[in-house]
């Protein structure tokens, strides 16, 4: 069989002949990240990397099942083998690059700022918050929780397990802003825009991509082709117009 040959050749951790196997590939992500991946009304997983994560099992032959994993354990459970790879809007970083394998991002994006309505024109930019009397919400382990530690390091600082406790507490007023990704913090702005400002422009430089165990080439080789091809073929525009353009 197809996975015999595969084996015969390949070193003992080749995951894709793992996953062809199984027929099942194991994609591992912190669900509630608007729009990549959230829960439904009817409980479905949905979201661009929901979409993406589909496409891919389809060309590879196999099911997909989705393993929602706090953020903060995210890498561990990857490197425990709780799921094959990460699809999750992971920032390519080079300390969690020592840690884990990224495929070619797949979006760039950047570290954002949402205001409690009342800092609306106070706080012109990002750097203003660098102030004892500010604090911010951030979600715990995130780059945006790097960020706010790195660019705001006088404001006060509270880490949340979820963005949507964070984004509570800048909602109803009790914390002054919420340091997050561009794309979530766009929707969270626009659903709120009475109750909130936000300040759009990314004051970081941050790609996304797919991260995977050490020492498997050849599932990198195998998304960074995939990742070409929907990039190139019509795909991945049409997912993103479905879920960053509506
Ligand atoms: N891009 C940010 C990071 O890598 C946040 C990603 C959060 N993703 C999620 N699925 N909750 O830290």
Redesign the pocket.
Known sequence: SLSLIGSAFAADNNILDKIIERGVIRIG?????QP??MVNKKGDYIGF?VDLAKQMAKAMGVKVEFVNTA?DG?IPALLTDKFDIIM????V?PQRNLRVNFADPYIV?GQTVVLRKELAGKIKKPRDLNDAKYKLAV?L??????AAKRYFPKAEIFEFET?DDAKLEVLNGKLDAFV??LP?NSIFASQNADRVAFLSEPFTY?P?AWAVRRGDEDFINWLNNFLRQVKGDGTYDRLYAKWFES
Not at 29 to 33: A, E, L, Q
Not at 88 to 91: E, R, V
């Open positions: 992500f912190d669900t509630g990240y990549f991946e990397d953020w995210i999750a809007g992971m920032t970083t994006i979600k382990g995130t780059t945006g929780h790097e963005q997050y990704d979530y941050e996304l």
